[in-house]
């Protein structure tokens, strides 16, 4: 996830580092990366990422966010492997709450249902101000320029003329903020849903297609049908589907049976991009 220049990573895989080059991002901007579980296919390429990040001379610190059991993780690989970093890794274990508190945004967890410790996670954006009339502004003697922003800003500024003029009266309602919410292994629970809860973009666990619902629950998993209920119980504005079992050679069954649900359904793809 991208915000204001700022990057967090969610779940590190094996094969992290290339497909970060591959979509162009800056290693600098990283800010965190949250961990949801301690599975194999979400943290196995979180030792040579860090290790990269070592080598390029990074001096600032880095967040490392999971669940209980992700500091002691990190203990032994540097116990064991003799890993050591040249800037400071902060390890912040969470089991629900508040992760990062930014200037416009906070990153938020919760606690799914995929049978051993896992954490879905929330960016979301802080209350933004309503649009900016220009028309009202030209009407009430506001010259173009510098105190626009002001305005914008929440700040009264004075006219030419002398009158004075409050955000207020060239501003719309407040609109929401922007939100991603993330739960890429869990059954269907009251839990993720809540995450979601009126979320731009929901990304979710669909394992596997209705036929193998018994078989997605033994394993902690969701169906594409289960993700565009959860979806549609939370609000949620879009659905991106991800976690989809490689016995699925063609996702679009999968997609077919989420979209009878929710409308509004895409099926994740490696380097795909959404901007909000």
Request: glycine residues 10%; aromatic residues 6%; proline residues 5%.
């Amino acid at each position: 996830m991208q915000y204001e220049g700022d990057v967090y990573l969610l779940d590190c895989g094996e094969g992290t580092q290339l497909q970060w080059r591959r979509a162009g991002l800056r290693f600098g901007r990283l800010r965190a990366v949250c961990i949801s579980h301690l599975h194999g296919d979400h943290l196995n390429g979180l030792v040579g990422l860090l290790q990269t990040l070592s080598l390029s001379d990074r001096s600032e610190p880095l967040l490392l966010c999971g669940p209980p059991g992700i500091r002691d993780y990190w203990r032994a690989i540097c116990r064991y492997q003799g890993v050591g970093l040249g800037y400071p890794l902060d390890i912040r274990e969470s089991e629900g709450g508040e992760l990062v508190r930014g200037a416009a945004h906070r990153i938020t967890c919760a606690p799914l249902d995929h049978g051993i410790r896992t954490l879905g996670f929330a960016l979301r954006e802080d209350e933004r101000p309503g649009r900016f009339d220009t028309e009202a502004a030209e009407r009430l003697g506001v010259t173009p320029g510098p105190d626009y922003g002001r305005l914008q800003r929440g700040d009264t500024v004075t006219t030419e003329a002398g009158a004075v003029v409050k955000p207020e009266q060239v501003l719309g309602l407040p609109r929401p903020g922007r939100s991603i919410v993330y739960a890429a292994d869990t059954r269907p629970c009251a839990a993720a849903v809540e995450l979601a809860r009126d979320s731009s973009l929901f990304i979710c666990d669909a394992t596997f297609g209705a036929e193998l619902e018994r078989e997605a629950r033994a394993r902690g998993h969701c169906t594409a049908a289960q993700a565009a209920r959860m979806a549609e119980e939370a609000g949620a504005e879009r659905l991106l589907l991800t976690h989809i079992s490689a016995r699925y050679r063609d996702a679009r069954p999968l997609l077919a049976e989420a979209a009878d649900v929710f409308t509004n359904t895409e099926v994740a793809s490696d380097l795909m991009e959404i901007i909000l």
